[in-house]
């Protein structure tokens, strides 16, 4: 059977449900297509720091009600190396703040309120294919429920992160890869225990990179540089705390964390991704599906959903006035900004990560460098415009 629709959104992380969302706005049909189910993408935890432009884009597609109750606002975040801690002051130094509210909360609260609304999305979808994307009528195939389904649209939305199979669709000539790797990884803890303070710890240490964030007023979130090989089953809860302590109150000016029983453990790697570009015919990549960024700065979910924002207006253009103009500038007016974030995400790994086999020149470097965007007024507002979230 074939269906129709405006535009198929495969993916239904933060990109494509807020596509799905922004569309409907504008009273453009999309059918959203999402290999897992929904228990699953709803359980999936990673980041969870939202810049200002993401809250805004929440709020536009009236999203915000939990987020307004629960995202704790943040006016700061802090750095500890050296036996010091430093503290960026967001509103005095670039009048922002961000808020912190897990992705898979924005998640779940973009999925109730699409199928609250009618909107139509497909869990548990297989075999997914995409045919004639060069032609006027982009086709979608995929199986759901044991049946072969097909779906026929103007334009396909490639959201379906970094193992998707949108990217693979444009042909290897088309397309320009840019990619780093780093030669360590991320175990993240999550602790039942409040957190210690407000806001946000990130520690160069000289045994490693350590981050202490949260999810509410009940979960500390905790993150320790280890090799990317590394099996987190391996680590004792002792031998966590132990060097999460370590790492994080070097400054010994009485920051102390509180611990509790760890809920979950898992490695994650680093990585800087870019494809372009993100258009091929009449299919647009958004999100994880075009670009990766290391989590130091918590750019992912914000980079997705600045990503639909632009696509969203340009298809909004295309079906008000007829004009493509703005679809055709999608890749290179989202690629402009991708590439700063990446440069923000790559710049905060790399200063606050230690690097195997580096001399000690280069450490002193590093703590050169902290040093100097941390006490500098102009350091410290480049940090802080960053982090806040450049303009789109
Ligand atoms: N068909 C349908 N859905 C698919 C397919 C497929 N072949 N392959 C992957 N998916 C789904 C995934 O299960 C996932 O739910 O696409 C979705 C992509 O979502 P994300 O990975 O969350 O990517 P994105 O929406 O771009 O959001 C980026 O997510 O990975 C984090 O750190 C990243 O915070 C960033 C954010
Ligand atoms: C998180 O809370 O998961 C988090 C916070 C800040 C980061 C990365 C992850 O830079």
Redo the contacts with the bound molecule.
């Keep these: 059977m074939t269906e129709q629709t405006r535009v198929v959104i495969?993916?239904?992380?933060?990109?494509?449900l807020m596509l799905a969302h922004l569309l409907q706005m504008q009273g453009i049909d999309s059918i959203v297509?999402?290999?897992?189910s929904r228990e699953y993408?709803e359980a999936r935890i990673?980041?969870g720091v939202l810049e200002q432009g993401t809250v805004d884009a929440l709020a536009e597609v009236g999203v915000d009600d939990r987020l307004r109750r629960e995202g704790l606002v943040h006016e700061g975040v802090e750095f500890t190396f050296g036996g010091r801690r430093h503290r960026f002051d967001f509103r005095e130094l670039v009048g922002g703040t961000i808020t912190v509210y897990g992705?898979h909360e924005v998640v779940k609260d973009l999925i109730a309120a699409r199928l609250d609304a009618g909107g139509d999305i497909r869990f548990g979808?297989s075999e997914?294919a995409l045919g004639d994307l060069t032609g006027d009528r982009p086709r979608v195939s995929f199986r759901h429920n044991g049946e072969l389904r097909e779906i026929t649209a103007d334009y396909v939305a490639g959201?379906?992160?970094?193992?998707?199979?949108c990217r693979r669709h444009i042909p290897e000539e088309r397309l320009t890869v840019y990619e780093h790797t780093y030669p360590f990884a991320w175990l993240g803890i999550l602790a039942e225990a409040p957190p210690a303070q407000d806001e946000l710890v990130y520690a160069s240490h000289e045994d490693g990179f350590a981050l202490f964030s949260m999810r509410s007023p009940q979960i500390t979130r905790l993150y320790l540089q280890c090799d990317p090989d590394e099996d987190a089953d391996a680590w004792t809860d002792e031998a966590l705390w132990a060097e999460l302590h370590k790492r994080l109150e070097s400054a010994d000016d009485g920051f102390r964390l509180n611990e509790g029983p760890v809920l979950q453990k898992n490695v994650a790697p680093m990585r800087s991704f870019v494809c372009e570009p993100m258009q091929y015919g009449r299919l647009f990549l958004?999100?994880?599906?075009a670009h990766i960024v290391p989590p130091t700065g918590a750019k992912?979910?914000n980079l997705?959903v600045a990503d639909v924002r632009v696509l969203a207006g340009a298809l909004e253009e295309r079906y008000r006035s007829g004009s493509t103009g703005a679809l055709d500038e999608y890749s290179r007016r989202c690629l402009r900004r991708i590439w700063k974030v990446q440069r923000f995400s790559w710049h905060m790994t790399s200063m606050l990560h230690r690097y195997p086999g580096r001399d000690a020149f280069a450490r002193r470097l590093q703590l050169a460098e902290l040093d100097y965007f941390t006490t500098s007024e102009a350091g410290r507002r480049v940090v802080a415009e960053n982090y806040v979230g450049l303009p789109l």
């Design positions: 495969v993916g239904a992380g933060p990109a494509g297509l999402e290999s897992r993408v990673r980041a992705q979808v997914v959201c379906d992160g970094f193992h998707g199979v958004a999100g994880d599906a992912g979910m997705a």
